[in-house]
């Protein structure tokens, strides 16, 4: 069955950079996309970027500075590296399998930034 | 970006009662709009997608309809495990965003 597990650090210092995992099973990297989207405490998800099936990418230009989305097919892994955190990047970060619409989600971690 | 506008922020309702969520988008969106549930403390689980298209195991009793910039999310004879968090979003126009949400409880 398809399924996504994000892993990474929970607390990340403010101006550092987060790194997470994605690693998928069920499915192709190849033939889906992977999307990253994370949602503060008690509001709306935000749509981050996207792995596209064909290797290409797309960002939120909200983040686009500051964030990278990279995979590794061989071991059905999307990497998310984000710069320059600050508190107010602090709440539950997700990847989804990306059909457009956001299929299957991972259960999420969630990351808080401070000192 | 492309503003989603949901209604009402939060909704009391009782059991068996047909509840309806509103989003409305700051422009044309072409069926281009999933819903999604969220239960505390999980992942948002998808509804409903382009629109009107039940998603995979997901009972009947919800249902999507709209048009243009007016969508809608229907839930038939609301159940006990149908409280939670609602969200729509877009998906015709970069970037993909999300509305505010709508928290259903019980009355």
């Known amino acids: 069955q398809v399924q996504l597990k994000e892993s990474g650090p929970g607390l990340v210092q403010p101006s550092e950079t987060l790194s997470l995992t994605c690693t998928v099973s069920?499915?192709?990297?190849?033939?889906?996309?992977v999307s990253w989207v994370r949602q503060p405490s008690g509001k709306g998800p935000e749509w981050m970027g996207r792995?596209?099936?064909?290797?290409?990418?797309a960002y939120n230009s909200a983040l686009k500075s500051r964030l990278s989305i990279s995979r590794d097919t061989s071991k059905n892994q999307v990497f998310l590296k984000m710069n320059s955190l600050q508190t107010d990047d602090t709440g539950t970060y997700y990847c989804?399998?990306?059909?457009?619409?956001?299929?299957?989600w991972g259960q999420g971690v969630m990351v808080t930034v401070s000192s | 970006d492309i503003q989603m506008t949901q209604s009402p922020a939060s909704l009391s309702a009782s059991l068996g009662e047909t509840v309806t969520i509103e989003c409305r988008a700051s422009?044309?969106?072409?069926?281009?709009l999933a819903w999604y549930q969220q239960k505390p403390g999980k992942s948002p689980q998808l509804l409903i997608y382009?629109?009107?298209s039940l998603h995979t195991g997901v009972p009947s009793r919800f249902s999507g309809s709209g048009s243009g910039t007016q969508y809608s999310l229907k839930i038939n004879s609301l159940q006990s495990e149908d409280v939670a968090s609602y969200f729509c979003q877009q998906y015709y126009d970069y970037p993909d965003t999300f509305g505010a949400g709508t928290k259903l409880e019980l009355k």
């Open positions: 382009n629109a009107n």
């Open positions: 422009e044309d969106i072409y069926n281009g």
């Open positions: 989804t399998r990306d059909s457009h619409y956001f299929d299957y």
């Open positions: 069920g499915f192709s990297l190849t033939s889906y996309s």
């Open positions: 792995m596209w099936y064909d290797g290409d990418t």
